[in-house]
Each structure stands twice: as C-alpha cells, then as structure tokens.
C-alpha cells in the first residue's frame, strides 16, 4: 500500500503501539477462570506463516494479518527440552506444562525417576496436573481436542502412565497389566472428575468386537478393549447430569443447562478438511467455557499432524482453527477474571524462506529457481516424507499443485515422519496474573505461574 511508503505511517503506528505500553499495567489479582491453549507443534515460525495464511484467506498479502493470540499483552519463551531429550516429545512437555515438573519423554504424569515403558517405575512418582488440583479445589474443569483424548497432549492433564502409547488394554503389554498398571482411556474416566471431555479416541473406550455408532459396517472402527469394559457407560452412571455426544449434530442438540457432565467422542480425531462429524474447536470452546469456574483445556494436535506428515497447508489449517477459537473464547470471557494462555509444547523443521515477495502466497514458489535450475516452494521441511530425488536430482515444485492440501513441502533428509525440533516456543497470554509470564523460562514454569493465580496448590 502507498500509506507504507511515508515514514509517517509507521511512525504513527509505533507511537499507538508505545502508548498501549505505557497504559499497560499488571492485574495483580487472583483468577477465576484459567483457559489454555495448546497449539501441538506449533513453532514460531508455524504462528507466522498461519498469520500471513490467515490474511490471505482474508483477500490482503498476509504479512500485515494479527492473529488474536498475537493481540496478548505479555510473552515469555519456553524451553522445550525433557530430562532425557535434546528434542522434546509431546508425553515429556505436556507433563511440563501441565504438572509443573520436567519429565522423560513418552512418559506421561510421572516425575523423571520414572522409565519409559517400565509400568514398575510409575508407582510413587505420579505428579498431579494443574487440571487435577483444579478440580480438587471445587472447579469445573474441560478438555477440547481435536486429537484422541488418550493423546499425549491431553493425557497429560489426568494420566500417570509410562509409556505414551498404553491408550487401552490392548495397547499394553502383559507384563505392565499385571503389575497394576492401567491404560490412559480407563485413567480418563476414574482418575479425574473432568466436566467437560470433547476429542476423539472412541475405540479405546469400548469392548473389542463393538459396533461403532457412527461407523457400524467398518470393523476397524469397532471398539478395541479386551476387558471387556465400556467406558462409557461406567462414565454415564457414575455421573448425575452427565451427557454423551458422539457427532456435532449431538453436541449442537445440548442446550439443557442440567448437564454437568459432557463427554463428546469422535472415532479417531477431527481430520483436517473432513470434519462434519466433529464439533470444531472454536465451537468446543463455547461449551467449555459455559462452565462457570473452569480449568485448563483445548490443545490442538492437528497443527502436528500436518507437520508430520509434510503437509504444511494442513497445518496451517488447524493452525489458524486453533486461533479462531481463541478469538471466540476472548468473546464469551472477560479478561478481568479469566487468564488465558497460548502457547504450544514443541515446534518442528518448518521453516519459510526464498527471497519471496510482499504477498506472496505461502504455500506459493520462491522467485527464482535453485542452483539445479528448479523451482522450489518457500515452505520447506529439513526432514520427513517430503524428500525426492528422481532420476538424480529433485523434481520440480510447480503451482497449483503446491497449494493443495494434500501437497507435501520438499524435505532435506528422508524420513518416514517429519520431526519435532528443539527451539523454544512461545507463551502468550492475557488476563489476571499473565505479567508472570515474561523472559525465557522452563516449560515446567507455565503450571507453576497458573496455579499460583489461581492460588492453586501447591501455591
């Protein structure tokens, strides 16, 4: 724009900016309402490429866009690293954030003393989330996901397991089921009285062989537990006012403010581009936070899918969903009682570059080919599925097909996953107590500084 051109325009835009931060001042007071939201693999340099993705869906170049997380007044970095792991998995960080302690990965609620794997080390080293001691101390608490709730972002919040992948009975191995331990979909409805669960992970919470609802001809969606429980119905009946949903229609057909209880199950998890079967997560965020005191909850895993797999148009789908549902939970709450906070457990080997232009699409080519005289993407992967070499050398990136969701962005190393990388990761946050959260801290830090204004134990 022409306006860009006058030094006047910018000027004019610092000074705004420096008034707003001389205004700011810290609401030293304690929080009624904490939300937090995760955003699984979702770097900083995810959060700018969704930033300029959302101003061109827009119809504007995208660079200029703000993300409703990004209008958060105070910011810290985290560091993502876990006891044993240069580079973190989601179990190790979620039990970070969530429990205030530093942990090993792929175990889940457990301090470091405990093994991965080794059901015998989980015995004595359980540490409780700050979603827990919420809901020890007479708040109403939620989890939204777009993920299986057994996932590791979300398990963190209720489970104490050794290992990551124990999402039923027959995920286990024999020695850990006779040694006591039990699978994360069991721990989801007997260790925490959690108000509100809406996610995915149907299967592992009904017998093996059970027709699922939604998918009764499909026999790979049948229930996977070999105890024979259905988890389910344990949850109905132990709950008065308790509620279970397993599509949108349902979910959208709740309006008895009687329910106390929420359980809303997909079979899998939201996938992105497909979901008429699954609640979105801004519209998750309105039944969470119809709760009149609530704890933590809405992590967003889709962003670390897409990135897995190499396909970055679907991450930044989810990416931008996820600030969607911030911008809608700003709308039902207020920032003089609820502490909200974003930020995200780990980021990935995503990364935008190629001299482009002011408006170029981000999913669009660089301006001029490679050294082998071949056109290459912006985004790029430093590892993952992504990578091709045919008859020698790479083939070459060409539009429209590089802004189709399905595309997979060009990798440096052949893998069959894209991985996770080791940088911090950012921490936003707004309402009572959010000036605690400044500077480059320990992810252990984000439960501590929630549970203190909350005046949650051990605070």
Same mark, same amino acid.
């Given at each position: 724009?022409?306006?860009?051109?006058?030094?006047?325009y910018w000027n004019?835009?610092?000074r705004?900016?420096?008034?707003l931060?001389?205004?700011?001042?810290?609401?030293?007071?304690?929080?009624?309402?904490?939300?937090l939201?995760?955003?699984?693999g979702m770097?900083?340099? !995810?959060?700018?490429?969704?930033?300029?993705?959302?101003?061109?869906?827009a119809?504007g170049s995208?660079?200029?866009?703000?993300?409703?997380?990004?209008?958060?007044?105070?910011?810290?970095?985290?560091?993502?690293?876990t /006891?044993?792991?240069? %580079?973190?998995?989601s179990?190790?960080?979620?039990?970070?954030? *969530?429990?205030?302690?530093?942990?090993? @990965?792929?175990?889940?609620?457990l301090?470091?003393?405990?093994?991965?794997?080794?059901?015998r080390?989980?015995?004595?080293?359980?540490?409780?989330?700050?979603?827990?001691?919420?809901?020890?101390?007479g708040?109403?608490?939620? /989890?939204?996901?777009?993920t299986?709730?057994?996932?590791?972002?979300?398990?963190?919040?209720?489970?104490?397991?050794?290992?990551?992948?124990w999402?039923?009975?027959?995920?286990?191995?024999?020695?850990?089921?006779r040694d006591?331990c039990?699978?994360?979909a069991? =721990? *989801?409805?007997?260790?925490?009285?959690?108000? %509100?669960?809406?996610?995915?992970?149907?299967m592992?919470?009904t017998?093996?062989r059970?027709?699922?609802?939604?998918?009764?001809e $499909?026999?790979?969606?049948? +229930?996977?537990?070999?105890?024979?429980?259905?988890?389910?119905?344990?949850?109905?009946?132990?709950?008065?006012?308790?509620?279970y %949903?397993?599509?949108?229609? +349902?979910?959208?057909?709740?309006?008895?403010?009687?329910?106390?209880?929420?359980?809303?199950?997909s079979?899998? #998890?939201?996938?992105t581009?497909?979901?008429?079967?699954?609640?979105?997560?801004?519209?998750?965020? $309105?039944? $969470?936070?119809?709760?009149?005191?609530?704890?933590?909850?809405?992590?967003?895993?889709?962003?670390?899918?897409?990135h897995?797999? &190499?396909?970055?148009?679907?991450a930044?789908?989810?990416?931008v969903m996820?600030?969607?549902?911030?911008?809608?939970?700003?709308?039902?709450?207020s920032?003089?009682?609820? *502490? !909200?906070?974003?930020?995200a457990?780990?980021?990935?080997?995503?990364?935008?570059?190629?001299?482009?232009?002011?408006?170029?699409?981000i999913?669009?080519?660089?301006?001029?080919?490679?050294?082998?005289?071949? #056109?290459?993407?912006?985004? *790029?992967?430093?590892?993952?599925?992504g990578?091709?070499?045919? $008859?020698? &050398?790479?083939?070459? #990136?060409?539009?429209?097909?590089a802004?189709?969701?399905?595309?997979?962005?060009?990798?440096?190393?052949?893998?069959?996953?894209?991985?996770?990388?080791?940088?911090?990761?950012?921490?936003?946050?707004?309402?009572?107590?959010a000036?605690?959260?400044?500077g480059? =801290?320990?992810?252990?830090?984000?439960?501590?500084?929630?549970?203190?204004? @909350?005046?949650?134990?051990?605070y």
């Amino acid at each position: 724009p022409d306006a860009e051109k006058s030094p006047s325009y910018w000027n004019k835009g610092a000074r705004r900016r420096l008034e707003l931060a001389l205004a700011l001042q810290p609401a030293a007071q304690r929080t009624k309402n904490i939300i937090l939201f995760m955003g699984d693999g979702m770097g900083l340099s !995810t959060m700018s490429a969704a930033r300029i993705y959302k101003g061109q869906l827009a119809g504007g170049s995208g660079e200029e866009s703000v993300l409703a997380m990004e209008t958060f007044p105070h910011m810290a970095l985290a560091k993502t690293y876990t /006891i044993d792991r240069q %580079v973190p998995d989601s179990a190790g960080t979620g039990t970070a954030y *969530l429990c205030g302690v530093k942990a090993n @990965a792929k175990t889940l609620g457990l301090s470091g003393a405990a093994t991965y794997g080794k059901c015998r080390t989980t015995f004595g080293n359980e540490v409780d989330s700050i979603l827990h001691r919420a809901r020890l101390a007479g708040k109403s608490v939620g /989890i939204v996901t777009t993920t299986r709730v057994q996932h590791a972002s979300p398990g963190a919040a209720y489970a104490h397991s050794a290992s990551r992948s124990w999402y039923a009975d027959a995920n286990m191995p024999k020695e850990a089921l006779r040694d006591g331990c039990k699978d994360i979909a069991y =721990q *989801l409805v007997h260790n925490t009285d959690i108000n %509100v669960i809406l996610g995915g992970g149907r299967m592992y919470m009904t017998p093996k062989r059970t027709p699922d609802p939604e998918y009764p001809e $499909d026999p790979d969606q049948n +229930g996977t537990r070999k105890d024979g429980r259905d988890l389910i119905a344990e949850w109905l009946s132990a709950k008065q006012g308790a509620r279970y %949903v397993w599509d949108k229609k +349902g979910l959208d057909a709740v309006e008895d403010d009687s329910v106390s209880h929420l359980m809303g199950r997909s079979i899998t #998890a939201c996938t992105t581009g497909n979901a008429s079967s699954c609640p979105p997560l801004s519209r998750g965020a $309105d039944r $969470d936070t119809k709760q009149p005191q609530h704890g933590p909850s809405s992590p967003c895993g889709r962003i670390d899918h897409g990135h897995h797999s &190499g396909r970055a148009k679907q991450a930044l789908m989810e990416a931008v969903m996820l600030d969607q549902a911030v911008a809608r939970a700003g709308e039902l709450t207020s920032p003089l009682d609820t *502490l !909200t906070v974003v930020t995200a457990d780990h980021s990935h080997v995503f990364t935008f570059g190629g001299n482009t232009p002011r408006g170029n699409s981000i999913f669009g080519l660089a301006p001029k080919k490679a050294k082998d005289k071949r #056109a290459y993407t912006s985004i *790029l992967y430093g590892n993952g599925p992504g990578y091709n070499i045919r $008859d020698g &050398g790479r083939p070459a #990136a060409s539009l429209p097909a590089a802004e189709d969701k399905d595309y997979r962005q060009q990798a440096a190393v052949p893998l069959e996953t894209e991985t996770h990388s080791g940088e911090d990761v950012v921490v936003l946050a707004q309402g009572p107590m959010a000036h605690l959260f400044h500077g480059v =801290q320990e992810q252990h830090y984000i439960a501590h500084a929630m549970a203190y204004a @909350a005046c949650l134990e051990p605070y």
